[in-house]
């Protein structure tokens, strides 16, 4: 096998791992650069291969920085089967062509307003290049190996943190390389824990908290002041959240705050995202892979007033009374939530509040750093709310819970490739695996390419 690094290097964004076996050339994950201006741009730049020559694309989970990248790769000539999990594959439905239509309405309205440097702005891609792209989705079940091309298999294993994510595992005759995928958290409310890691030759782990521990304690604790202090300047709490995993689990926090009493049972709660409407209702239909029971399920997608027409999110800027409007996207890089944020940022009474990673270069990022403005559609917006962040809400592994994931590997993998981290989280993970487990650790950067057959026969001397 030779495997190269084509995202998720010294950035959590744009995961792209190309493996080649002999003749045939897998793609595992094919997600979205987001953040960074220099990062972004790499969306626009062609790929170091040809997308036809590729036998198939493995996904560990449907999250855009692993999957929105697919409908470029096809639109670009590739043919073959997109293998991921069943519920992977139901988000992706959601997530792709959401994201072709935010692209398109994006690319609009600049022309509109003429405040982009291109004549016109054009979407990276479109939602009818979404659609075309899902015509070449091959659910398999979770567990069952399947081949992948001529002397490879194949095998994707619960990994948590949304519905759907796994670990993959591919497997030919030079042996077993395994991609951990996001690792949800052992104990999360909400999501079942990752599966034990059992065997890797070859292991590529994602390292987005590998620099820190996530703090003890019920994150309704920690939401509970947030919205409380909130209601009492009678501002508006406005939530940018991933429509996948992160909405839902803040529904599930506020239905548990009004159940106990903790906040008012008629706080109006909206949740503005008709993909994360649609997503929260997905949580009925596999129920196997979360915590849930049936009733509370359908108590959590009772919680909040689903908003899906524009209109009805036009209308909540006009409000003034105390309400909870959650809305896409999670980094405030685009979506409804920008709209809210122009309306609500400049009173000092409102509340942004994060509920996730902030990948350097987004608004989100600029905002917990202390940023008075925040530039949106071409102005300076003024920010004099409160912004606040939850800790205790994460969807990935910190420090201590990966290496506790790797722990559960049979035996030492002869290398281990640190990724899907900023530079300084990767860093402390590579360290910490080398110090605690006495692994063989390295970070790949961008573009690189590994031979493992040649790190195989080092090992082995």
């Known amino acids: 096998m030779k495997l190269q690094f084509l995202g998720g290097t010294g950035t959590v964004t744009g995961s792209k791992y190309l493996v080649q076996s002999g003749n045939a050339r897998v793609l595992v994950d094919c997600g979205l650069f987001q953040g960074l201006k220099q990062l972004r741009l790499r969306n626009w730049a062609e790929l170091p291969f040809d997308p036809a020559s590729l036998a198939a694309v493995v996904l560990t989970h449907a999250h855009l920085d692993h999957s929105g990248y697919l409908p470029l790769l096809v639109k670009s000539g590739f043919r073959g089967p997109i293998h991921c999990t069943p519920a992977t594959y139901e988000l992706c439905r959601l997530l792709l062509t959401d994201s072709g239509h935010l692209q398109e309405e994006d690319a609009e309205y600049a022309n509109r307003h003429g405040f982009s440097k291109h004549k016109p702005a054009l979407p990276l891609y479109t939602e009818e290049d979404a659609e075309k792209c899902l015509r070449f989705f ?15 298999r194949a095998q994707l294993q619960p990994a948590g943190h949304i519905l759907g994510a796994c670990s993959a595992r ?13 690792l949800g958290r052992p104990h999360d409310p909400i999501m079942v824990a990752p599966r034990a890691l059992d065997a890797a030759d070859f292991l590529v782990v994602e390292s987005t908290y590998g620099d820190r521990l996530h703090p003890a304690g019920d994150p309704c604790d920690e939401l509970e002041p947030i919205i409380t202090r909130t209601i009492r300047r009678g501002g508006v709490l406005v939530v940018p959240s991933f429509a996948v995993g992160r909405a839902q689990a803040l529904l599930y926090c506020i239905h548990r ?21 649609d997503v929260t209702n997905l ?12 009733e509370e399920c359908e108590a959590v997608c009772r919680t909040a ?14 409000r003034t009374q105390p309400m909870i409007v959650i809305a896409a996207s999670g980094m405030a890089t685009g979506g409804r939530v920008i709209h809210h944020l122009k309306a609500f940022a400049p009173d000092p009474r ?3 509040l994060f509920s996730g990673f902030q990948a350097a270069g987004t608004r989100g990022a600029a905002m917990l750093a202390g940023a008075r403005t925040i530039r949106i559609h071409g102005q300076d917006i003024p920010v004099q709310a409160e912004i606040a962040a939850l800790s205790t809400l994460s969807a ?35 360290q910490l695996i080398e110090r605690r487990l006495g692994w063989r650790t390295t970070i790949p950067e961008q573009a690189q390419l590994v031979d493992l057959a040649t790190l195989a026969s080092r090992a082995r001397t």
């Open 170 to 182: 591919l497997t030919d005759a030079s042996g077993r390389l395994v991609f951990s995928g996001d």
């Open 138 to 152: 091959q659910p398999v079940g979770i567990d069952r190996e399947f081949e992948l091309a001529a002397g490879w």
């Open 305 to 318: 007033k689903f908003i899906n027409t524009v209109e009805e999110s036009k209308a909540l800027n006009a």
């Open 283 to 294: 949580y009925l239909r596999f129920r196997t892979e979360h915590r849930l029971g049936a």
């Open 257 to 277: 705050l009004k159940a106990q009493g903790r906040i008012p049972a008629n706080l109006p709660v909206f949740l503005n995202s008709p993909m994360a409407v």
């Open 350 to 352: 409102n509340t942004v």
């Open 396 to 430: 990935h592994t910190d420090a201590a819970e990966t290496i506790d994931w790797l722990r559960t590997c049979t035996t030492a993998p002869r290398m281990t490739f640190v990724t899907h981290g900023e530079p300084v989280a990767a860093d402390a993970l590579r």
